[in-house]
């Protein structure tokens, strides 16, 4: 049984996100020029010393550190080891959990 070369369909890499396609810087660091956390953050950092202590409002479980796919954005929303002291407060008592908190 012949094979036609139309029948045969091979793809070398997977479609891009939309996310991807209208910000393309997206594939290579995962997140785009456009991204609010990123700059935010990024501002935090370049403010934080080593002498300060930070309180994390709703910090809930961790999950914006634990579960993000970028590594980038969970050094930047990770301030352990580059302030005196975390502390985090929320209404939810899975705050005790939180394993980014002193």
Not at 15 to 26: D, M, N, V, W
């Amino acid at each position: 049984m012949d094979i036609e070369p139309s029948s045969v369909r091979i793809t070398t890499s997977e479609k891009p996100s939309i996310h991807q396609h209208f910000y393309p810087e997206a594939k290579a660091t995962g997140f785009s020029h456009v991204d609010g956390g990123i700059a935010f953050y990024t501002q935090i950092a370049a403010l934080l010393k080593p002498t300060d202590h930070v309180l994390d409002f709703g910090a809930g479980r961790g999950e914006q550190i634990v579960d993000d796919p970028v590594a980038y954005r969970r050094f930047l929303t990770n301030f352990q080891g580059r302030c005196a002291r975390v502390e985090g407060c929320d209404v939810d008592p899975v705050v005790l959990t939180n394993t980014n908190l002193h």
